[in-house]
């Protein structure tokens, strides 16, 4: 979570981009540090990044993973 203002208050939950580490804020490349945190300070919100299923290792592992439509569907559902 990148920011909590309460339940009472919106939230935007963001999924990242096929390939990056959501939670990998150094590098240039992760989209919801470049969307969300660094292109719009101020949100009135709460923030959420989720990193979907098979997304914690290798982008090799990950590409086989996916190969699997139970796998495929599980990460869509999620």
Known sequence: M???LGWDSPSLIYNQGSGEDAFDFS???N???NIVLNAS???NANLIVVRAPFHTGLDREYARAMG???NF???LAS
Do not use: E
């Open 41 to 43: 300070p101020g949100w």
């Open 31 to 33: 989209s919801f540090n």
């Open 2 to 4: 990148a920011q909590w």
């Open 68 to 70: 699997d439509l139970s």
């Open 27 to 29: 590098s240039r490349s």
């Open 73 to 75: 569907t599980a990460m």
